[in-house]
């Protein structure tokens, strides 16, 4: 069905029993993917890709079919049909690359062991800086009183040690003056 110069490579990426469908609409849910699919051929297995945080629908889904034949007559019948108004892609879905392929090359390709180690030193620092937040802050506040306390010490004792030392020049001042009459 394919041209003859990229039938090989095309057929090597290409998932045969399952299509990639795409500009689905942000409320679409697998049920309905399903449910519409369905309709075509038997589905093994369907879902929407959905946002981690929100839980809402991307805009792109994956259909499996039991049979392969199911594959392009829900191409044919389903490209452009409107769900919720948007006109859906359907077409055959590619090959989902190793694992391998697919870890983020600092890790992968790291020669040495020591940037590793040090990322996972530095995600349990994070960690146990998260979790022990609380803890953190109440010796940060202990620590903070602490030192305001021993400033205002050694403000205290500047404070003597200069009155010490205005009492010492007035005494040794006044020492003096009265060997000064002694001798005189």
Do not use: W
Not at 34 to 49: D, K, N, Q, T
Not at 60 to 68: L, N
Not at 172 to 179: C, D, T
């Amino acid at each position: 069905s394919s041209s003859g110069s990229g039938s090989n490579n095309s057929n090597l990426g290409v998932d045969l029993s399952t299509v990639f469908v795409s500009n689905l609409p942000f409320s679409a849910t697998s049920a309905q993917l399903e449910e519409l699919f369905g309709a075509v051929g038997p589905v093994r297995s369907c879902f929407v890709v959905s946002d981690k945080d929100t839980g809402a629908c991307k805009g792109v889904g994956y259909v499996q079919f039991a049979m392969k034949e199911d594959v392009s007559a829900a191409i044919k019948r389903l490209s452009g049909h409107k769900l919720a108004g948007r006109p859906m892609r359907v077409e055959l879905a590619r090959k989902r690359a190793p694992l391998e392929s697919r870890k983020r090359p600092p890790k992968a390709a790291a020669p040495a062991s020591e940037p590793a180690v040090e990322d996972e030193a530095a995600a349990a620092d994070v960690e146990g800086k998260a979790e022990h937040a609380e803890e953190a802050e109440k010796p940060a506040a202990a620590k903070a009183k602490k030192k305001a306390a021993k400033e205002e010490k050694e403000d205290e004792e500047d404070e003597e040690d200069k009155e010490e030392e205005e009492s010492s020049d007035a005494e040794g001042s006044g020492s003096s003056e009265g060997s000064d009459e002694s001798d005189g």
